[in-house]
């Protein structure tokens, strides 16, 4: 399952840009962002009424205008999540979080920030 290729598809059949370089401010940009917003706020409406149906359904919401704003704006997702999911897990040592006395997730010396102008190319 490729969620931006599947948003990508829909895109190109709504005659919505895909950029090919990153350009992060465009019209298109500017709409994917009040999508954002809009599902953002009909799944926290949905959470607040304890409604499970429509929380399941907002999420895929947002994922969906997520992945159009990524396509609006030339950014390829997998590079993204590939560079915060490794830095996420270079917190864990042996696949074991490492605490002090006070319980608290400590980062240990495997652990590094995501490089994200390396995972966007720039
Ligand atoms: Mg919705």
Redesign the pocket.
């Known amino acids: 399952m490729n969620y931006q290729k599947d948003v990508s598809e829909f895109m190109i059949l709504g005659e919505q840009k895909i950029a090919s370089d990153l350009n992060l401010k465009n019209e298109q940009s500017k709409l994917y962002m009040n999508l954002i917003e809009e ?1 953002f706020e ?1 799944t926290a409406k949905a959470f607040n009424e304890d409604d499970l149906v429509e929380v399941a ?2 999420l895929a ?1 947002m994922v969906w205008v997520i992945m159009g704003m990524c396509n609006s704006v030339g950014i390829d997702f997998d590079n993204i999540w590939e560079e915060v999911r490794d830095s996420n897990m270079s917190k864990f040592v042996d696949g074991k979080s490492i605490k002090n006395e006070a319980g608290k997730i400590m980062k240990p010396e495997t652990y590094f920030k995501p490089n994200i102008k390396k995972a966007l190319g720039i």
């Open positions: 599902e009909e359904d907002g919401d």
